[in-house]
């Protein structure tokens, strides 16, 4: 189990900007065979969103255990205090079972779930390796 002090994302990765090619990656390819990001509609930062989204990427990622999430400084401390009532990113890596990373620049609106080598920088390498959660759009 890695630690908050590892960076298994590449911590010069633009995370706002890989964010808004994750978000729109879907709309571009309708209905084509294209592969793509998994897109989930979360209603609000929580265990059952975290694991909504961890269910997805498991089913669509070829190896579900390299997944890592990515969260903003703001959800990881939301999580952290109110959801499960734990003092740190480290508990919150034992509770999720997988690597959490934190990130400063990641849009609040927004947390990832992908293989470390699912992205390089901004670009985007293996959409199946990647699920984005999209929080508080009501669907």
Do not use: W, Y
Request: glycine letters at 8%; one cysteine or more; charged letters at 30%.
């Amino acid at each position: 189990m890695g630690s908050s002090h590892d960076t298994p994302i590449d911590a010069s990765t633009d995370f706002e900007e890989l964010s808004a090619r994750l978000r729109t990656q879907s709309e571009k390819a309708p209905g084509s065979d294209t592969a793509r990001v998994t897109i989930r509609s979360l209603e609000e930062i929580n265990a059952d969103s975290l694991s909504e989204l961890l269910e997805a990427g498991e089913n669509d990622a070829s190896d579900p255990s390299d997944l890592v999430f990515v969260l903003s400084r703001t959800n990881a401390e939301l999580l952290t205090k109110r959801e499960f009532d734990i003092d740190d990113v480290d508990e919150l890596e034992d509770v999720l079972g997988r690597t959490v990373q934190v990130e400063d620049g990641m849009p609040d609106d927004t947390i990832l779930l992908l293989a470390p080598d699912a992205v390089d920088g901004e670009e985007i390498r293996d959409p199946d390796a990647i699920a984005c959660g999209i929080v508080g759009t009501g669907g």
